[in-house]
């Protein structure tokens, strides 16, 4: 089982930046591929950012310039760090794993709420 453990959410004003961090714990044999998605009230979820095995990295259109995802591949920590915040960055911000156990499984966090307002 794989357990995933979001933190660093918050409320931040516009153009202000907060850091989301996601700690991965179990028995993992490896990682494939982390991930962050959000989901904001009446919409449906969306990928915000993706981080390969390799550090390779795709960003939303929406979030190009602004966001940076990265990881710990040691220590099995991921980050997302948000700069210039917008109002409509507010949302559940949710991690994703691909991971292999006793298989190749897709994981996710309970979310973590960002706020973003004046």
């Known amino acids: 089982q794989v357990q995933l453990v979001e933190s660093g959410g918050g409320l931040a004003q516009p153009g202000g930046s907060l850091r989301l961090s996601c700690a991965a714990s179990g028995s993992i044999f490896s990682i494939i591929s982390m991930a962050w998605y959000r989901q904001a009230p009446g919409k449906e979820r969306e990928s915000v950012a993706r981080?390969?095995?390799?550090?390779?990295?795709n960003y939303a259109n929406s979030v190009k310039g602004r966001f940076t995802i990265s990881r710990d591949n040691a220590n099995r920590w991921m980050y997302l760090q948000m700069n210039s915040l917008k109002p409509e960055d507010t949302a559940v911000y949710y991690c994703n794993v691909v991971a292999l156990t006793e298989s190749l499984k897709n994981y996710w966090g309970q979310g973590t709420q960002v706020t973003v307002s004046s």
């Open positions: 981080i390969t095995s390799s550090n390779n990295t």
